[in-house]
């Protein structure tokens, strides 16, 4: 998988974003590693501009579902 690129998220952004979101908290043990909160914001982003379906999300954003699930 490849990296996210931040260009959707500047950096002047973020800091304003950041400290408004809730840390994520899974609902069960396992799984992957959690993804950062900048990577699905920018996943959600780009969803958003493109009004691609979330099925057809680049998995540079990581998981669809899980990008969707914090939509």
Known sequence: ???TDFRDVPDE???RIEPLLTPFKR???GG???LSQRAVLAGILSKCRS???W???P???GSKS???EHF
């Open 1 to 3: 998988m490849k990296q």
């Open 13 to 15: 952004l973020w800091e």
């Open 27 to 29: 609902k069960r043990s």
């Open 32 to 34: 992957n590693k959690p």
């Open 51 to 53: 009004g691609c379906q």
């Open 55 to 57: 099925a057809m999300l």
């Open 59 to 61: 998995v540079c954003y």
């Open 66 to 68: 899980t990008v969707h």
